[in-house]
């Protein structure tokens, strides 16, 4: 073997020490973290299911096939009613429940966002199904834990960056994966040597398998706790085109008939219907318009959301655009994340995966913590073995 065969095989060793250094740092780092979203992330696949089985669903009545839906103006006069003072800030409809409307209101234009309340009534009758109530409950614990560890935006940005520590131990564990098994065929698990050596072998196979779905739910959350500051720079580039007309004008004094807004949205997105309206003064609106989110009918074009602007006092159409492809890659990430767009199907795959990521998870920790008590590090020496030999 010439002298440059030894060097490039003796720099290849220490890459590989190099690459499992990185591995081990930004897996420890970030384990306790995932461990937590993964946990939480289980009961959030199926939290349609859960809410119904808790009885914290809300099913609008049975009645006769065909029966129209009342006004909507009328659905907010019922809500407002209810909570007087209050100021309406959203409307909403769930794809999945037509028959009820969520009415989102806060005792001022300017609370946070999360003071808005909602209350959900039929969309028929404009009776209240269920009335405004302060967040909680066992699926609130899980989302919020999920998303942003009761930290608000702080814990957002903390779980992202956990979340780019954990892409990087993919990768880096990819990397690491071919030289380990050079010698072993795929998949192998040494069941005949030590219980660390087996769950090292165990750790690589699952981390392997479960690499393409890893990868995508981690981009996607890390998409996700984005999300404020995306549809900020949102706000402040396509919205505030979009209303460059109004600046400098005053808030509207008196809203037009929401139902007429709704109906110049509908003219002006044909083929798609309402998701949501964010009224004037509201953190998606501007001080003047009435902001009616359409959505198309297909299970992608459901995701994606196109915003239409009205004058709310004059009920004209302002402008309506194509949101931007930051905003587009936001609205697709989160589906692909929480895997419920597929039916029961998809979420059973989603929930095996997550467990099996749950292994290998703890795996990883153990491995470090046997590895603490004096076991062997068959990564580490297997390359500088392999450097020595090469070189002899």
Not at 168 to 187: C, D, E, K, Q, W
Not at 208 to 219: C, D, I, K, R
């Amino acid at each position: 073997m010439t002298l440059q065969e030894t060097n490039h095989r003796l720099l290849s060793a220490r890459a590989i020490r190099g690459w499992y250094v990185v591995h081990k740092w930004t897996s420890l780092i970030c384990t306790v973290f995932l461990l937590l979203l993964c946990i939480t992330g289980l009961p959030l696949i199926f939290h349609h299911e859960i809410e119904e089985l808790t009885g914290e669903a809300v099913e609008a009545p049975e009645m006769p096939a065909g029966t129209p839906n009342t006004s909507v103006d009328r659905v907010v006069e019922s809500a407002l009613a209810k909570r007087p003072g209050r100021v309406v800030r959203f409307v909403s409809w769930d794809k999945d429940h037509p028959g009820i409307v969520f009415v989102g209101d806060v005792a001022s234009l300017d609370a946070p966002p999360d003071a808005t309340r909602f209350q959900v009534l039929d969309a028929r009758t404009a009776e209240i199904l269920q009335e405004a109530e302060e967040p909680g409950g066992f699926m609130y614990v899980m989302l919020t834990l999920h998303v942003d560890l009761f930290a608000g935006l702080p814990g957002k940005l903390f779980l992202g960056f956990m979340g780019l520590l954990f892409l990087t131990a993919v990768v880096s564990g990819v990397v690491l994966y071919a030289p380990f098994m050079r010698r072993l065929p795929f998949g192998t698990v040494r069941r005949e040597r030590s219980a660390r050596t087996k769950w090292l072998d165990l750790h690589n196979l699952l981390g392997v398998v479960t690499l393409l779905w890893v990868f995508v739910v981690g981009a996607t959350g890390v998409i996700n706790t984005w999300a404020e500051i995306v549809l900020g720079v949102w706000r402040n580039d396509q919205l505030a085109e979009m209303t460059s007309p109004y600046a400098g004008k005053p808030p509207v004094q008196a809203l037009g008939s929401l139902d007429r807004a709704l109906a110049v949205a509908g003219e002006a997105a044909p083929g798609m219907k309402p998701a949501f309206v964010a009224y004037p003064g509201s953190m998606f609106s501007s001080p003047q318009h009435y902001a009616v989110f359409m959505h198309g009918k297909t299970p992608l074009t459901a995701r994606l959301l196109k915003p239409v602007l009205v004058d709310a006092e004059a009920l004209t159409l302002t402008a309506t655009a194509d949101m931007p492809w930051y905003v587009t890659a936001l609205l697709i990430s989160q589906p692909l994340h929480f895997g419920d767009y597929g039916g029961m199907p998809m979420k059973i795959i989603w929930t095996v995966l997550d467990i099996l990521t749950i292994v290998v998870l703890g795996s990883g920790l153990y491995l470090w913590v046997a590895r603490r008590k004096g076991a062997a590090a068959p990564l580490t020496e297997t390359a500088d073995a392999e450097a020595r030999e090469q070189a002899a």
